[in-house]
């Protein structure tokens, strides 16, 4: 897997790129200062992972990952917490707030390579029917049968969505606001622009994230209102 630095901190260029020699992880292709140079070095090649600086002048992190080509997956570094659910909602892989270290470091790239061999080991993958109890998706010639009560939730991530069940986890080629009209059951609730979640396996929440057993989800802004008022009022 290779990637990218995009950073205006030179410092935090070099500390990045020096922690990635030391793990076990990408080769860094590229370091950048400013995100036109990195948007001339798309122009040209291509990584499989970029890490992306929020805070940078004229062109801000969450605003140039806009022009990122789809098949890179993109890392938030940052010394800003308040931009993690943002991060989220724009398809990020993960948010390392500064300064993590080599586990934390670790455990994103960990994440990014897993999440890229899922993508490039199930781009055939498709939605093929659906039913008031279950979907039928196809994958690498065969149909797997999915059923709604087993789906804890399921992620939006790039033109893919990512259906977590409670003992795999399966690819299907669609977006979210699609497979969300697939699915009959009310306990399915969109939480953000990533996310939807069954709320039958819901453990706890607040007004911004949702705990699925080992699993926090965050609330998107314009969803919490629906999330919180069709949930605690027992609708469900």
Known sequence: M????IDDEPLAREELHSMLQEISGPTVIGSFSHTLAAE????EHKADLVFLDIQMPKTTGLEFVEKIPKSSL?????AYPQYAL???ELDAIDY???PFNNERLQKA????????DLLAANKENSLERSTSE???IKSEKKFYKVNFADIRYIEGLKDYVLIHTISQKIIAAMNLKTIHQKIPLPCFIRVSKSYIVNSDHIISFDSYSISLDDTELPIGEIYRENFLK???????
Not at 109 to 116: I, P, R, T
């Open 2 to 5: 290779n990637c990218i630095i």
């Open 40 to 43: 001339k070095f798309f122009s």
């Open 74 to 78: 993109v890392i938030f570094t940052t």
């Open 86 to 88: 943002e991060s989220y």
């Open 96 to 98: 390392l707030l500064k």
């Open 109 to 116: 790239v960990d994440k990014a390579q897993h999440y890229s």
């Open 134 to 136: 279950f979907l039928i």
């Open 230 to 236: 069709t949930f605690t009022n027992g609708l469900l």
